[in-house]
């Protein structure tokens, strides 16, 4: 299959600190890829090098063969880049937004206009385009913001965290728009913290942590890496924590663990170890017990042994076990 | 990239027109020095004799307003400063349009026009014309509101003078854009311009024959003047609307053009770099 997207030792530095650490990865035409890693693992910056706004410091990337280095106007003509950032203009309509996008690719008149209300409809936005920017929620701003980057019709789209901080309805709505633009033909690829959006939108995704790319693959192909269940127990009493480990490892091996004041079992298979470990349990006090299939949070946790939010200020794994079960629902 | 150019402008106005409120404290400012300092500051009636035989007091009178003349070229001080005033608010509102340049950075629409194929220029241009319009639109009123307030024009004062005047303050807010456009395509943090800003501002405005002549200030303050376009400018700008004699007019209109003509060069170069370095 033809590339659209291909990373050659792609590395940037700032002074000393290596934002992004020479990162090899190839997308294929059509396809959905997806950057999953926490805040600060070097996603933007990855995208920024790819939109040709930040200059590589070590290799090179090639979008259906244009150079990042090399063709920047090129690539600047058939990409389409939705940021991180809400950058639409308050006090301007949606249409004014996204009309002044369509005159920056070179779209005139009628057609620049045609462009704009193609791309608004494709968003579920035109009953709302006349309006202020100012005047929309925070999930018809985020599609806004992606309506600018699709008007242009473009073969590659960057969609950097698409959903971030947006209710699990408008989460939704935007995953629907984009499996319609891979229908499309366009090739996406999508950064997220999220390891639910990367999984149920991505066809393959890379795990990206530090600056460096530490698993790729079909989101089955990564989380076949994790053998077995994972239970997550939250006891009343920190301080019987080590107890509750040593017990359960006492019947299985080198099982149990202390993760975020929380023991971390794993197991081949939950449903032949949960009656025992019941029993274990017995003398205490538990608070909840979850019994979790492997997932892409796993793959993440068991390959670098931290959460893929930890850095927003403390995870919370049951809560953010209750938000994306209803978020994958 | 004409077209990329008129609809980055357009959507400058735009912004800019939605935003009513701005539209008056923009011209707070000026009308301040206007209505306040300029009005308050009438030499001819500070020294206006009184208690005096009126032998006398006609003969100091003469005086006095003999000595305006020859200091501003004018016996009314508020007509010397609102003249320099519509050169220093074309000033103001140059360094301003920089630090909008600043927000826009901060709030990613830079960024997101620079993944686009608009050539760099046309991003640089489009704040310039942006910010030029602006300025017309500003000057006008303020020149009303300064005749209003008493501002005496020349005899035979015709729109030759009032167009000469206006592309003075255009050349004056065309090299200032693109200083500080530069500037801001340099500079990340807000704070950081708003102290440039303060540090440029005043002393380029004092260091001008815009608030006081030129002969009035120490030798040293006189040199430093020479190099400053404003001054360029304020001395046309009064020339064509009240009046006041300049020794070399043709040279002063050279000095300004190639003065504002090697910031807009420098400006434009240094923000393409500063577009292009990340």
Known sequence: MDPAIQAENLTKKYGNFVAVDHINFTINKGEIFSLLGPNGAGKTTTIGMLSTVKRPTEGDAYILGYSI??????????????????????????????????????????????????????????????????????????????????????????LDEPTVGLDVQSRRHIWDLVR?????????????????????????????????????????ELKAKIKGDRIYILVKDNNKLDEVINKIND????SASKIDNQ????????????????????????????????NLEEVFLELTGRGLREEEGGFDRFKYMRVTRGATR | MIQEVYTLTVRELKKWLSRRGTFIVSLITPLFWLGLFGKSLNFAQMFAPTNIPPQYSSLISQYVNHQLLNLF?????????????????????????????????????????????????????????????????????????????????????????????GIAIVLIAIGFVSVFAAIAFNVDNVEIMFAIVNLINLPLMFAS?????????????????????????ADIVRYNLIGTPISNYLLSWAILIALSLALFIIGMLVSINAMERT
């Open chain 1, 69 to 158: 280095v090399k063709h920047k106007y090129h690539v600047r003509k058939i990409i389409g880049v939705s940021p991180q950032d809400l950058t639409a203009d308050d006090e301007l309509s949606g249409y004014e937004n996204v009309l002044i996008m369509a005159k920056l690719f070179g779209y005139r008149g009628n057609e620049a206009e045609d462009r704009a209300k193609w791309a608004l409809n494709f968003m579920d936005l035109w009953d709302s385009a006349f309006k202020k920017v100012r005047e929309y929620s925070g999930g018809m701003r985020r599609r806004l913001e992606i309506a600018m980057s699709i008007v242009h019709n473009p073969s590659v789209i960057f």
């Open chain 1, 180 to 220: 319609e633009l891979k229908k499309n033909g366009t090739t996406v690829l999508l950064t997220t913290h999220y390891m639910e959006e990367a999984e149920a939108l991505s066809d393959r995704v890379a795990i990206i942590d530090h600056g460096k790319i530490i698993a790729i693959g079909t989101p089955s």
């Open chain 1, 251 to 254: 019947f299985l091996p080198n």
């Open chain 1, 263 to 294: 023991i971390l079992v794993k197991t081949e298979s939950s449903s032949e170890f949960l009656p025992q470990l019941i029993k274990i349990l017995s003398g205490y006090e538990v608070v909840e017990l979850k019994v979790v299939k492997p």
């Open chain 2, 73 to 165: 070229g004018t016996t009314s001080y508020f007509t010397y400063l609102a003249s320099g005033m519509l050169v220093v608010f074309g000033f103001f509102q140059s360094v301003f349009g920089g630090t909008n340049l600043v927000f826009e950075k901060r709030l990613g629409y830079l960024n997101r026009l620079l993944m686009t194929p608009t050539p760099r220029s046309g991003i640089f241009l489009s704040k310039v014309f942006g910010t030029l319009i602006r300025i017309l639109f500003y000057e006008t009123i303020l020149m009303l509101i300064a005749w209003g307030l008493g501002i005496k024009f020349k005899p035979g004062l015709n729109v030759i003078n009032v167009l000469l005047a």
């Open chain 2, 209 to 233: 024959s815009a608030l006081f002549p030129l002969k009035q200030m120490p030798s040293w303050l006189q040199e430093i003047a020479k190099f400053n376009p404003i001054t360029y400018a």
